[in-house]
């Protein structure tokens, strides 16, 4: 393979470890706001809630089916109504509190340093394409140390659309140059990021750690980040 093919790389849950950045933000969040004393029983019932509602809410997002402004608050008003608190003005305050603490938490998915310096070494053009929103992104590249390695971090406000649809990954190549055909997807949703890519032509790689199962016949696909060395 030659070093100049582009690689895009999912950001959430690929390479920023967005369940450990969350747990940590929204744990900051309960306590500050005290949801225990508001009728929330305990931490761990909410967080199994809220990441049951939080990933529902992103998949309407990705269909197109609700809006940013929408989701940024639904997916904590419906979290708290299992806990029978009808609350719109705390609905509020926690997507506030959130977003300001989230994006400056810096744990990354292991590998993720030793993987980039490798492909950096290597001489390939990265780029960063996310479904995530366009003010929190940037935050999260600089504050965890990613941001040296890449050269565009593209979102999808950016582009118009949201992965899977077909202009987000066109789009992209086109905006960094690169030939679709050549260039390369990494990311850890299947219907997002990996089937995607595949419908455009790009070289899908399902980053897989939990090993789901699926019926689809991938290009590749990998459990950890190093897998990346012995394909690129």
Excluded: C
């Excluded at 939080?54 to 109504?81: C, D, H, Q």
């Excluded at 992965?163 to 190549?173: T, V």
């Amino acid at each position: 393979m030659t070093a100049r093919q582009h690689l895009f790389f999912d950001l959430d849950h690929t390479l920023w470890d967005f369940e450990t950045n969350s747990r940590i933000a929204l744990k900051e969040v309960f306590e500050t706001l005290n949801l225990q004393g508001k009728g929330v029983t305990s931490f761990d019932e909410f967080i199994a809630i809220y990441e049951k509602e939080n990933e529902r809410a992103w998949r309407l997002y990705r269909n197109g089916e609700m809006k940013k402004e929408v989701l940024r608050t639904i997916r904590f008003g419906n979290s708290l109504a299992k806990f029978d608190i009808q609350d719109e003005s705390l609905n509020e305050e926690m997507a506030s509190e959130y977003l300001e603490r989230s994006p400056y938490k810096t744990a990354l998915v292991p590998g993720t340093m030793e993987l980039l310096d490798y492909l950096k070494t290597k001489g390939y053009p990265l780029h960063i394409l996310t479904n995530g929103f366009e003010e929190v992104q940037g935050i999260k590249m600089k504050e965890s140390g990613l941001s040296p390695f890449f050269d565009h971090v593209i979102t999808s406000e950016f582009i118009g659309v949201r992965k899977p649809h077909p202009k987000a990954f066109l789009g992209s190549a086109s905006h960094v140059g690169a030939d679709v055909t050549k260039a390369f997807m990494i990311g850890d949703n299947l219907e997002a990021d990996v089937l995607g890519a595949k419908n455009v032509g790009m070289s899908e790689v399902y980053f897989n750690p939990s090993s789901e199962k699926h019926d689809h016949d991938l290009k590749f696909e990998i459990q950890s980040l190093l897998e990346l060395k012995t394909i690129l």
